[in-house]
């Protein structure tokens, strides 16, 4: 019997070990109840920061400030195949009138409404419709090709305008909506986020800068419609799609004009009916290796960075201030130039008749050269 107990001690002890073994490497068994331990759970964060309004109700602040904008252009035959052929049984058809639907923003109550410059260009005339259903004929006050935006006035008054934001402060990820008469159906609201800021982007020949990219559904018939934040304030005015085919529709990428930008244009299309540029004359490129080493070779090398003047137009302002073909312009206001980007933002602050400081480099020597800037001409972009 003495015996037997040494034997059973170790087969309970054994057993023992052997549990603790199998709890920690394979949980409790079947059957088996495991203490309760509390569960963390971490509400999802909110789409909007505190103390914003909700997509519905920044939906509910911004449509009434959207109008739809539809418009009559100059009569035209039908094209193709009667262009090439003539046409059949010696009788042309009769001319259709040119017809579109598109968006604006009131952005003052006695009646300016802000749009596309593409919207208005070939229009005759227009009717504009109030989110209420209210219609009225509508007049060009200005146009600006450049940014692609117009502004025009219907006879009301007493008209909900809408609130700016301020589209430097976006960042990529931000929630926005695109409000606007999309495929002529009537008011409507897309919701997405900002996909890019600072795009550039080519429209009708010309270079639209730091436009606004978002996957917010934009159709035909945005065009001139909002594009605004959850607290209802419009930071970008819809203008081009990115589209797979010709006459497509969306296929999540979208671009608007910054409301910053579009505020400047519409208070001087205001004010003057045409927008005012500051312009420098020159054309640039950046200073690449291959051209560093081009200039080596002709003496002194270059510092690196900067840009190189390759084209001075006569009667210019800069031609005036003395700048010649192959200067490399290394600050403009005291500020480096790290791509011909930098030249052009800080061109694009300034007004006609302000003077900038420009240190450029030339056969070797530094040199700094005060430009007066002139008004952009018309047709210069």
Partial sequence: MKKTIPHVLAFVLGFIVCALVLRQFYGFPIGASAPMQPVSVRPAPPIASAGSKTVSQAAAVVAPEVVN???????????????????????????????????????RSDGYILTN???????QSMTVTLHDGRKYSGKVVGTDASSDLAVIRINARSLPAARFGDSDNLVVGDWVL????????????????????????EIGGRTLENAIQTDAAINRGNSGGALADLNGAVIGINTAIASTSPGGGNIGIGFAIPSNT??????????????????????YTPVTENIRQALASQGPEPPSGGVIVSQVVPGSPAEKAGIRPYDVILEINKRRVK???????????????????????????????????????????
């Fill in 262 to 283: 579009a505020k400047k244009i519409a208070d001087q299309l205001i004010s003057k009916g045409r927008v005012v540029r500051p312009w420098l004359g020159i054309y």
């Fill in 339 to 381: 791509s011909d980007k930098t030249v052009a933002d800080e061109i694009r602050k300034q007004k006609a008749g302000q003077k900038i400081l420009l240190l450029i480099w030339r056969g070797g020597q530094r040199r700094l050269t005060g430009v007066t800037l002139g008004e952009m001409p018309p047709g210069v972009g």
């Fill in 117 to 123: 410059n593409h919207v208005v260009a070939d229009a």
């Fill in 69 to 107: 904008i539809d418009t009559r252009g100059q009569a035209r035959a039908p094209g193709f195949p009667f262009d090439i052929f003539g046409f059949p049984f010696g009788e042309a058809p009769p001319a259709v009138p040119v017809q579109g639907t598109a968006s604006g923003v009131i952005i």
């Fill in 178 to 201: 695109a409000i606007g008469n999309a495929l002529g159906l009537g008011p409507t609201v897309t919701v997405g986020v900002v996909s890019a800021t600072q795009r550039a982007l």
